[in-house]
């Protein structure tokens, strides 16, 4: 540890207490990794319905969170800690905005109609819960379009509070297609000053745009790859925002993302069939054949077993998949998915798997046992997605000796090799072209690569079984940049 920082981590979802994707592994791993590093971390989270109480400490008194016209709203505040330390977990209770089933949308996918003031209010309620707890950061570090509105409340709103006088901001990008995108009327709710809501600022298209208010306060900017912080300059990653973030790129870095190796570890891993690891493989051939049988497919060893897991979102290469899916089923293979999402993608996999029950099976929902066991029990790993920040599950599955299959965008490129049949290096498959057709030649040339090229295939496991994401490495990263920011806000040279 360079010096010790006081550092507040604001996100919407945080494992083990609420997930939807990537961002919640992150919010649940990172604020450990820096406290093991040896900062003062505290981490604030919205209490979901689903997130129990009686588990929980409850803080006294009422927490005043001011709305603007709205009037002062007032939140209950709960205490746990992250489970395996001792680092605190603040909730936001507020029954209105958060005792709901969903995190952003309703059971049908809708979002929320009231999203604007439900993050608002969460991340006004951040810095309110600061204040009362005397809790002065010296980094302020908020994730996505949720909570983006921190970095300009920071310099407005809370701006001559003198607990915030030397702290600095850092908001992470974790997927741009996502920038929380409201009417303007929201303004008046954030208390900001309507000179803000102008193009170099929080306007967009007539509307505010959270994120893009984040990207112009915050003192430093991360994405979640290298390669990611390059593409999300350019029109074609960009959203929109590309020439926004052109004009922010000196304060813009990549952090790949870690791996909790607790929880996605085949040696120890509670949910799979049987535990196993380098040197003792016999294991995931049980865990293929249960995989198998759980999903009705032939119980053949000998057969390439590719997984999918992820939303069903058209970021996923979905789309991909699903032109594919014919010609696929005419090669010696079996698939298994996992995932939610996009209704008609539910409908078509479902459709494929009642056509071609002996090769193909599809599970529509959320769950952590199902995924855990897909990993394990693959012998290839599917990921076409069209961008991808960071991923992460190309790099649970290394850990668990399932080759990736994946397209070469974002997180997806940095972290897999493609195998050269000369040299026999790589830990994976690579394609280019967001087409069907390269996805198909890829993955029938990476299943006959586990089928006729063994050697190949396992030396390429054992390699991707011995590669370390851990989180120690990123937390050094945001260490680096956390002092930069730092001083360079001491100092008044931020912006
Ligand atoms: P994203 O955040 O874009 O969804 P990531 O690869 O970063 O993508 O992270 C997705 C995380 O969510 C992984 O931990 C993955 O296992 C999990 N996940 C996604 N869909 C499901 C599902 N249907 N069931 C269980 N876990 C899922
Ligand atoms: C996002 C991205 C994903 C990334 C995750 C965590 O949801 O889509 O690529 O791994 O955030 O940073």
Redesign the pocket.
Known sequence: MKQRLKILFAASEA?PFA????????AGALPRALAALGHEVALVLPRYYAIDRSRLEHLPGPLGVPMGPLGTLWAGIWRGVLPGSDLPVYFVDYEAFFGRSGLYTDADGFSYGDNDRRFIFFSKAVLELALRLDFRPDILHANDWHTALLPLLLRTRYGDREEFGPTASVLTI??LQHQGHFQKGAVDWMEVGWEHFNPRELEAMDGVNLLKGGIAHADAVTT?SRRYAGEIRTPEFGFGLDGHIRAHEHKLFGIL?GVDYDE?NPATDPYIARNYDIGEMEGKAVCKADLQKRFGLVPREEIPLVGF?????E??GIGLIAGAIERLMHLDIQIVM????ERWAEGFFREIARRHPDRFAC??????????RI?AGSDLFL?P?LF?????????SLRYGTLPVVRATG?LDDTIVNYDPATKEGNGFKFHDATPEALYHTLKWAAETFRYEKEAYRTMQKRAMEARFGWERSAEGYEDIYLHAYYARRAGRHR
């Open positions: 494992v997930k939807t994707g990537g961002l919640a592994d992150v974790h997927n979640v993302n996605w897991v992820g939303r069903f979102a970021q996923k996992l995932g939610t999402g599970h529509v929902g959320y769950s952590d046992e199902l995924a855990h990993e990921m997605s991808e920040p960071c991923g992460l599950n190309q790099i649970y997180g």
